[in-house]
């Protein structure tokens, strides 16, 4: 019988990609069941998937393991690896995991029987409408080289947010919150809050790699140069605050709003805060319609060597942080870091 004859699987820190290689049509394959191991504890947490067979219905958008709604491609992304399918809290990181591929088919005598798990079950019947399609293995499958769980890639530290998320998620998301989807100021301030649960699980690892350099010069005696387009968020703010005596800023204008027409209308209370706060501040400012779409970070050592760069697509907004798809990420690299240095300073002049 031809099976899973191979499994590979990369990640970055919030989400892997896996394809498989079959060695033949399988026949009453109906899709795969995958597995995401721990090689390091034992423990086994079958995948989530929401898409029911035909004649099936899943009206409240509850998942069910890939044992019961199966892959049916040969390829994956487990967006559950560290966002759980149940809640708003984080796996952690620093983990090796690997995945199990096995292919599925409607159970009959001499199959093994997929189990079925007991948090697919309510009030004992299935969480989703339409008659259950009990599977059975139709092979062993096939496990992938074990991959780690983390920012760190070589010199590079990159981090992703969570910030596209399905409404039926945010929607249940917002209730234990006690909000409602179309409640938009409340949203907006739990997206502001930085002790709300919500606003962590949109973030992740993002916030924690803008203001690393700041961290690292505070306690190796090095500076930063940091160059923003846009500066709306309490934390992130709080944050240059911190570090005052070892960053230099250069912030642009972030336009005009849509509402009041005002003219930097984001970024002008934050300007006044970092100012007032003694944050050295240089303002980069356009009267037409360009803007100075920059968000990086340079970190010099003591001697003033620039030694590192953090740059990506994240503007420094409680929006960007948590209401996008946005990336974030720190090179140690001298050549690169001078690059950077050098543009900071002709922006300066």
Not at 22 to 38: A, K, Q, S, T
Not at 97 to 121: F, H, N, S, T, W
Not at 122 to 130: E, F, H, I, L, M
Not at 156 to 162: E, P, Q, S
């Amino acid at each position: 019988m031809p099976d899973v004859i191979k499994v590979r699987a990369a990640t970055n820190n919030e989400v892997a990609f896996l394809a498989w290689d079959i060695d033949g049509m399988i026949p009453g394959c109906l899709g795969f069941e995958i597995v995401r191991l721990y090689p390091d504890t034992g423990e086994e947490r079958c995948l989530a998937a929401w898409v029911p067979f035909k004649g099936q219905r899943n009206p409240r958008w509850i998942p069910q393991d890939t044992g019961v709604w199966p892959v049916q491609k040969t390829f994956w992304r487990d967006l559950t690896m560290r966002r759980r399918r149940d809640s708003i809290d984080l796996r952690p990181e620093g983990e090796m995991i690997a995945y199990r591929v096995r292919p599925v088919g409607d159970m009959k005598p001499g199959l093994e029987p997929v189990p079925v798990c007991p948090d697919q079950v309510v009030d004992g019947k299935p969480a989703y409408a339409g008659t259950p399609r009990p599977l059975g293995y139709l092979g062993q499958g096939a496990v992938s080289p074990p991959i780690f769980l983390g920012q760190m890639f070589g010199k590079a530290r990159v981090a992703f947010t969570n910030g596209v998320l399905s409404t039926q998620w945010m929607s249940r998301a917002l209730a234990e919150a006690g909000i409602k989807v179309g409640q938009r100021d409340k949203i907006r301030a739990e997206l502001q809050n930085p002790a709300s649960k919500i606003r962590a699980y949109l973030h992740g690892d993002v916030p924690d790699v803008l203001t690393s350099l700041m961290k690292r010069a505070k306690a190796e005696g090095g500076t930063v140069r940091l160059a923003l387009y846009e500066l709306g968020d309490d934390e992130l703010c709080d944050a240059i605050v911190a570090a005052k005596d070892v960053v230099e800023v250069i912030l642009a204008n972030s336009g005009k709003d849509d509402q009041t027409k005002a003219w930097d209308f984001g970024n002008a209370p934050f300007r006044k805060r970092l100012r007032d706060a003694g944050v050295t501040v240089t303002d980069r400012l356009f009267n037409n319609n360009h803007i100075g779409h920059n968000k990086f970070a340079v970190y010099r050592d003591a001697q003033g060597n620039p030694q590192a760069v953090m740059t990506g697509s994240t503007n420094w907004t409680s929006t960007g942080i948590c209401g996008q798809s946005n990336n974030a990420f720190i090179r140690d690299d001298p050549a690169i870091a001078e690059v950077f240095n050098a543009y900071w300073e002709r922006m300066k002049a």
